[in-house]
């Protein structure tokens, strides 16, 4: 290896310093978060004065993280419940009937993906704001609901492509009915489709920032939008209380990250996959 | 009897030839998802677009000239372009010698790729907290720099509540996601291809050119556009690590202002009209440039 290494040419070894280059910036940037969040104070130097963990159990109390936490996994997982529920049928359909029209549906799904959040969201938060719904609960989640379904519908069609129709129509010619195709033949080929799908759609619900921000109310408040808030808003918080806060969202996205690399491809998390 | 089948006769034919174009009651599946999109993005969208031509005074395109004839506000425009161009620009531009390096299988390539979407995937809060600190006066960028002495001590560059903070912060999430982008396109060209200009005696530069180059173009311009609609509608780190009130007063600050904080929501419903009307004006030239290359196999995976 290191022979080889040696015999690199010089392109390489450029391509090489950009990418570490690249790398220790976002470890630079992460890890700062990371030491100030235990640091005691920070105003000089390459490390903080003293460390304690103190920060933590402050913020925790501060931002009221309990509730936080409790509001931003309930809304999370009732996005992904949601939007399976009504993604997955719409991505058989699409995976198994070619119709007039289908090219205008295919649209109609890739619309939201394509166009950025806060170019919906600002029309969008404004209906809700009609419709007495905004700052609520179900807003946000509604809100979720816009990117959440065309993702499932766009990570599950190729997927039910890939399955082979042969089987359902087996099934069929042995008598069996409707609800046993779905249950004993679909439902178990489509869930690792619908695992990976729920974990992207997590993910991307756990991170999204501008149509939470758009729609929540202080009671409705994801933890990440709370982070924001915490950073932007001026007050007597210390920038240690609000590192410890946005460690405690970097390591829940973390662990949502490392279970949904077990079932995805990394490249899934920005695409759908093309094979 | 025969009154019965005579009038069935047509309605089952009928079903027949929709079931023949595709239609039968399987299509039924599909509806609770598009009415949900229609009911959360279409109508929403449509409300906006009447909504923006309802302002307080001006008349009907009262919003839409009371954007164009603030400076602060058209300005906005520019900022926005200033930014999302430059980060597209390099975030592509990058990721094809990048990838192109690491297109063939490696160890420890899986790792890369997994570091690579954890910018991402935090979102671009956290970075943005992350660049405060990193990049800011006293931060370890700064420090590292007055190490090397290429910055004196008590003189700071300064990158953060700037321009350059949110355009670091459009490259740190952005970079990740138009290199996945490039290496799924990269891989998608068959090896064979290069293979065989090889043995025609093409060096990696002339294979590069006239082999890999025209395949990737078309994905490319794909991944800019995607790239560039993430720089367009930069928000929470314009606010955080940038100078929203000055340098980057992007548009989508200049939306949320009017819409939530001035609750002047026929002015905010434009001004997001507006946005989307740019951003898919950019898309359209990219997209309209992209018909005009090969578009067709790339030899599938290898």
């Known amino acids: 290896m290191g022979t080889r290494a040696l015999r690199m040419r010089p392109g390489a070894w450029l391509i090489w310093a950009l990418v570490v280059f690249f790398m220790v910036n976002v470890l630079g940037v992460i890890g700062s978060v990371v030491l100030d969040s235990f640091g005691k104070t920070w105003f000089s130097g390459w490390t903080p004065r003293g460390y304690t963990t103190s920060n933590y159990a402050q913020a925790w109390d501060e931002f009221d993280l309990g509730q936080v936490m409790t509001v931003t996994f309930q809304i999370t997982l009732l996005v992904v419940a949601i939007s399976l529920l009504l993604g997955v049928p719409a991505s058989y359909a699409l995976a198994r009937r070619d119709f007039p029209g289908k090219r205008v549906v295919m649209l109609l799904f890739v619309l939201p993906i394509l166009v950025p959040p806060i170019a919906y969201g600002i029309p969008l938060a404004t209906m809700l704001y009609k419709v007495h719904l905004a700052g609520s609960f179900t807003g946000v989640v509604a809100a979720n609901l816009v990117p959440s379904i065309p993702f499932v519908v766009y990570t599950m069609t190729p997927f039910i492509e890939q399955i082979d129709p042969r089987l359902e129509q087996a099934a069929r010619m042995c008598g069996a009915p409707t609800r046993s195709v779905l249950g004993r033949i679909i439902a178990p080929l489509l869930l690792p489709g619908m695992l990976a799908a729920g974990i992207l759609v997590l993910v991307r619900t756990f991170g999204m920032f501008e149509l939470t921000f758009l729609t929540a109310g202080p009671t409705s408040q994801t933890l990440v939008v709370s982070l924001f808030s915490a950073a932007t808003s001026a007050g007597i918080r210390t920038a240690q209380n609000i590192d410890a806060m946005a460690v405690i969202y970097t390591g829940s996205m973390l662990v949502l990250l490392v279970i949904a690399l077990r079932f995805v491809n990394p490249t899934q998390l920005v695409a759908r996959s093309r094979d | 009897m025969t009154a019965v089948t005579l ?166 999430s952005g970079f990740p996601f138009a290199f996945l982008l490039t290496h799924s396109y990269l891989s998608g060209i068959h090896p064979a291809l290069e293979k065989a200009a090889s043995t025609l005696g093409a060096g990696w530069w002339q294979r590069f050119r006239f082999i890999t180059f025209p395949l990737l173009l078309p994905g490319l311009l794909t991944t800019f556009c995607l790239t560039f609609v993430l720089g367009f509608s930069v928000f929470p780190s314009a606010i955080m690590v940038g100078d929203p009130d000055g340098r980057t007063h992007v548009i989508s600050i200049e939306a949320y202002e009017q819409a939530l904080q001035n609750f002047n929501y026929p002015q905010g419903c434009a001004d997001a009209m507006i946005m989307t009307a740019l951003m898919l004006a950019v898309i359209g030239l990219v997209m309209g440039v992209r018909r005009f290359f090969y578009a067709g196999s790339t030899g599938g995976k290898g």
């Open chain 2, 7 to 172: 009038a069935d006769a047509p309605k089952l034919a009928l079903r027949h030839r929709l079931a023949e174009r595709g239609i039968d009651r399987t299509l039924l599946l599909i509806l609770p998802g598009v009415i949900a999109i229609a009911a959360l993005f279409c109508y929403p969208f449509v409300y906006g677009l009447g909504l923006s031509f309802q302002p307080a005074k001006g008349g009907v395109f009262g919003a839409y000239s009371a954007f164009f004839s603030d400076s602060f506000s058209e300005g906005t425009i520019w900022k926005t372009f200033g930014l999302a161009i430059p980060a597209s620009l390099i975030n592509v531009g990058l990721s094809v010698p990048i990838s192109y390096r690491m297109r063939k299988d490696f160890r420890g390539k899986r790792l890369l790729l997994t570091l690579l979407v954890v910018p991402i995937t935090l979102g671009t809060v956290l970075t943005a907290e992350g660049i405060l600190e990193y990049f800011g006066p006293v931060g370890w960028f700064n420090q590292t720099l007055q190490k090397l002495g290429l910055i004196s001590a008590g003189h700071p560059v300064t990158l953060i509540n700037d321009y350059w903070g949110v355009l670091f912060s459009l490259i740190i």
